[in-house]
């Protein structure tokens, strides 16, 4: 598709790919603002995110996101995306009128192979050379102009984090042209290879009409391994067939390796390119992140600064949240009195106010601790330190027989677990694959932090600990980290018997540190409070309007508000329920809730929040964790909410599955049944059996101290 070259061009498609690291989505927040919207490709479980981008001239164009990548040579599905969309060959997503290549200014050389693959594609090209601050600072300078006269292609200089560059970077996009014929490749190859590639790039061209810039990458991907040749018999003629075996023989005598001298003479002319274009100042020494990186990767100290930093994130979301919490629930609570006041007695009266005010309320009520949450966990991924917290994670996946690549879809379950589960399919082992999925759910999400947070706010006392952390902080922080160690130990048992497999080296890239991007953070938060509200004003007041339906009826004419809930569906159906829970300490109304959350988990809070709200009646007042303090055993007059309650509440929590939709992505990532449902069972039992021993334990420490 050619361009006017009189005319500014219109584009209409725009894909931003880089390697892993180099600040692609810190640019492509930047270029978009809060114009993004985020699917999957179809058929596929990767992730597709696409905003609004302003062109100086002309209408908007849309940009599209494309998954990390090193290279053009695929390797797990996230890269196939990318390299089949950059290469036309996508049948979802048509080919891009341009690329922007964001190259990171202090990894100059890595980040060139993937812009020199690119540009051999005759693919129009801008290069946005991203964190040039951080390379300065690192003693490293390069040369622009230089470096986009070597290339052939514009460069401009961009610090996303601080939005600079952005303009002159769209500007540069309405100055390239598409050119037709595919430019002449600019790295050489020794010259029997390169006899060799051209002539299969022809025979490819003329016999499967390929474009010569695709034939050539065809054929340097046919002649690198036999895997290759294998895995496209069905889409070549026998002729072609014939001559690559050819090939591999005649190289093969000639004794050169296949595998590395591709790689090893396009890094020959990338050196010599950033030998031209970059200069070091050798005065420079270490830089500060290296010197950072000396205590933060420590093997002890790195430990202890990962846990005192996660202590200090919890510390202050409770803290810090007490404030909005509370403002949120007087907002609810004068919404529910005002309602009140302005409706006759009666049914739809109770309906609204203690069904659908009341239940959503309860979970609404522990936002800002999430919006804390992810506020934190933004801040710390735009610094560069979670990737220092894989790589010291990475000793101990390897050690539980899991690749290091596991702990970012770990860690991505810290949100929810089900971008978590997708994130595995960077994982090339289908056994380590399908262990961190297994495991994945036992990492606590955010779905989890309304049931923690409202046990903690019942049972948990608000005491220091050495003066300075709060015992709700560390009881927090402990129901995380028993979600992380159960991971790991589940994981350690699949690999030991029915995954047996070997403990595979991992390498990551440790980048740079950098100023957070503040706007980043708040888009991630945004993003998860519109998730989580959209979740409050459907799911959740579905649930609560349907729960307070069976906790009133069937009506009982007189006595007491409680003897009304005994009454009613619910409390028939949590006395069938009881004793499969009373060894855990619980009673029928949290049986209740533990059936109607298997949905999603803060459905809990809301079902805690009407069942209390019904069962109080009419002059119900305070809190829901003050109406669950005071809640008593029917059965023994006893607190239904003791310490001991409340921490068995959050350890079944960690531990069991409660959640449909993971179920449902679990199906559609291994085509099947048998692995979701596997995970359902070993999960409740795992939670009901660790449940029943704290329980048990707890009980015997309380009988003992009573004695």
């Not at 009826?553 to 949590?574: I, R």
């Not at 995970?679 to 420490?701: E, H, K, N, P, S």
Request: charged fraction near 20%; hydrophobic fraction near 50%.
């Amino acid at each position: 598709m050619a361009h006017d070259a009189r005319s500014a061009p219109h584009f209409r498609l725009v894909a931003l790919v880089g390697n892993p690291n180099s600040g692609k989505t810190t640019l492509f927040n930047a270029l978009t603002g809060l114009r993004q919207k985020v699917g999957n490709y179809p058929g596929v479980t990767v992730e597709r995110k696409e905003g609004r981008l302003r062109m100086p001239e002309g209408p908007d164009a849309t940009l599209l996101d494309l998954p990390g990548t090193y290279s053009l040579t695929a390797g797990s599905p996230d890269e196939q995306i990318a390299t089949e969309i950059l290469l036309g060959t996508a049948h979802h997503t048509p080919a891009p009128d341009i690329v922007i290549c964001v190259v990171d200014a202090s990894h100059l050389e890595r980040n060139l192979y993937l812009v020199s693959q690119i540009i051999d594609h005759g693919i129009p090209t801008v290069i946005a050379l991203n964190m040039v601050d951080i390379a300065e600072r690192s003693g490293i300078r390069i040369d622009v102009r230089v470096l986009a006269r070597d290339l052939g292609v514009p460069v401009v200089p961009t610090i996303a984090s601080r939005g600079e560059g952005i303009r002159e970077l769209t500007a540069a996009l309405s100055g390239v042209r598409r050119v037709a014929d595919a430019p002449s490749n600019r790295w050489r190859l020794p010259a029997p290879v390169e006899r060799e590639t051209d002539e299969l790039a022809g025979i490819l061209e003329d016999v499967h009409n390929i474009a010569p810039a695709h034939a050539r990458h065809e054929a340097i991907s046919l002649l690198t391994a036999e895997s290759a040749l294998l895995d496209r018999m069905d889409r070549f003629s026998p002729e072609v067939i014939a001559h690559v075996r050819r090939d591999h023989a005649k190289l093969d005598f000639l004794g050169i390796d296949r595998r590395s001298v591709f790689v090893e003479s396009r890094y020959t002319w990338i050196k010599s390119v950033c030998m031209e274009a970059m200069a070091r100042n050798p005065a420079a020494g270490m830089s500060l992140s290296d010197r950072i990186d000396a205590v933060v990767t420590h093997r002890v100290w790195g430990v202890v600064i990962f846990l005192a930093l996660m202590a200090i994130v919890f510390q202050a979301m409770f803290s810090w949240a007490q404030l909005p919490m509370e403002m949120i629930r007087e907002g609810f609570d004068w919404l529910g009195a005002r309602t009140a006041s302005a409706m006759p007695p009666g049914d739809l009266r109770d309906l609204i106010v203690h069904g659908g005010i009341a239940g959503v309320a309860a979970v609404v009520a522990f936002l800002p601790q999430i919006l804390f949450l992810f506020l934190f966990l933004g801040l710390l991924e735009d610094t560069g330190y979670m990737a220092r917290a894989a790589f010291i994670m990475g000793r101990v996946m390897s050690r539980v027989g899991l690749h290091g690549k596991s702990f970012i879809p770990l860690l991505g379950s810290f949100a929810c677990a089900i971008p978590g589960i997708m994130a595995t399919r960077t994982i090339d082992n289908p056994r380590d694959r399908l262990a961190t999925m297994l495991v994945a759910p036992l990492v606590s999400c955010s779905a989890r932090l309304p049931v923690y947070a409202l046990m903690i706010a019942t049972v948990i006392p608000p005491l220091k600990i050495l003066g300075v952390l709060s015992l709700p902080g560390l009881t927090m922080l402990s129901m995380y980290l028993l979600g992380l160690v159960m991971a790991l130990f589940m994981a350690w048992i699949f690999k030991k018997t029915f995954l047996r497999g070997g403990h595979p080296s991992f390498i990551i890239e440790l980048p740079p540190y950098t100023i957070p991007s503040l706007r980043s953070t708040l888009m991630l938060m945004w993003e998860r409070a519109w998730l989580f509200l959209k979740r409050a004003g459907t799911i959740i007041l579905g649930a609560s309007i349907l729960l307070w339906f069976l906790a009133s009826y069937p009506k009982l004419d007189g006595g007491t508000p409680s003897e009304k809930l005994n009454h009613s569906f619910v409390g028939t159906a949590g006395r069938v329920v009881e004793p499969l829970i009373r060894p855990l300490g619980f009673d029928w109304r949290i049986g209740i809730g533990l059936i109607t959350s298997l949905v999603q988990r803060e459905v809990f809070v809301s079902t805690m929040a009407t069942i209390y709200d019904v069962g109080a009646g009419e002059h119900s007042e305070g809190g829901l964790p003050e109406k669950l303090r005071e809640s008593k055993d029917p059965l023994t007059g006893a607190n239904s909410f003791t310490p001991l309650t409340g921490i068995c509440i959050m350890v079944y929590y960690v531990l069991a599955m409660q959640c449909f939709s993971t179920v449902a992505i679990m199906r559609r990532e291994t085509n099947g049944w048998k692995w979701p449902m596997f995970q359902v069972a070993y999960m409740t039992a795992l939670a009901y059996g660790v449940t029943f021993i704290v329980f048990r334990i707890g009980t015997a420490i309380a009988a003992g101290g009573g004695a």
